[in-house]
């Protein structure tokens, strides 16, 4: 079945600094990237998507990148603050199963220092 | 964003028995989505509810072990049969929205088996 590879798995920064967390895929005709934010004991809110028409999107703080040939994106978190600190999930929507469905990343723990 | 309750927030429950989740959300939706997200990992879908017909089951998971029902657009139970200390996770009921993929999440069913 299909697979998303995301690293790293943990990521520690300076309140501040930028945050890069890149998810590799391996269905060419997947379109759709979301990116979800899991908070401690929280459920996974969406923060971001991306579908494959468009090559980056922007909003505010965070911005995801899509290289299609590469099959890769990746979400990057700009001045980052405490409150960014969670645990951050790629996804790829598969059409391959027999209604489509997300498939998720391992997932990346960030951490924000001040 | 779609308004998703999920009961019971928690439970513990003795091994052998069952527990019901239910999943009620603000509106009608086609497909309802049953994730599993053992402690620290990602989510791993069990199987997607449709309104009058089966669910879809995904590997590894089978309906005697977790059947679901889905008598409406808005509702669904999933149920955890003849429990396990390895059934102790945190179980999630998920949407779509937006242009059809957008997921959004119930806040989950802490469940603890002893």
């Known amino acids: 079945g299909e697979n998303v590879e995301q690293h790293p798995s943990t990521l520690s920064v300076q309140e501040g600094d930028s945050a890069v967390i890149k998810c590799t895929y391996s269905?060419?005709?997947?379109?759709?990237f979301p990116w979800y934010k899991q908070e401690l004991g929280k459920r996974p809110q969406l923060i971001i998507d991306?579908?494959?028409?468009?090559g980056e999107k922007k909003d505010q703080r965070i911005a995801v990148t899509l290289n299609k040939t590469a099959k890769h994106f990746s979400l990057h978190i700009t001045e980052t603050q405490p409150e960014d600190s969670a645990v951050y999930f790629c996804?790829?929507?598969?059409?391959?199963?027999?209604?489509?469905?997300?498939?998720f990343g391992k997932g990346t723990k960030l951490s924000v220092k001040p | 964003s779609a308004v998703i309750s999920q009961k019971p927030s928690r439970d513990i429950c003795q091994r052998g028995t069952s527990l019901t989740i239910q999943c009620q959300v603000d509106?009608?939706?086609?497909?309802m989505f049953w994730y599993r997200q053992q402690p620290g990992q990602s989510l791993t879908l069990i199987a997607t509810?449709?309104?009058?017909?089966?669910?879809?089951?995904e590997s590894g998971f089978v309906i005697d072990k977790f059947p679901i029902s889905r008598p409406n657009l808005t509702f669904s139970t999933l149920t955890v049969s003849n429990m396990s200390p390895e059934d102790s996770s945190i179980y999630l009921c998920?949407?779509?929205?937006?242009?059809?993929?957008?997921?959004?999440f119930g806040q989950g069913t802490r469940l603890t088996v002893v």
């Open positions: 998920s949407v779509l929205r937006g242009q059809g993929s957008e997921a959004f």
């Open positions: 269905d060419s005709a997947s379109n759709y």
């Open positions: 991306i579908r494959s028409n468009v």
């Open positions: 996804a790829e929507w598969w059409s391959g199963g027999s209604q489509g469905n997300l498939i």
């Open positions: 509106s009608q939706v086609t497909m």
């Open positions: 509810a449709n309104q009058g017909s089966e669910a879809t089951y």
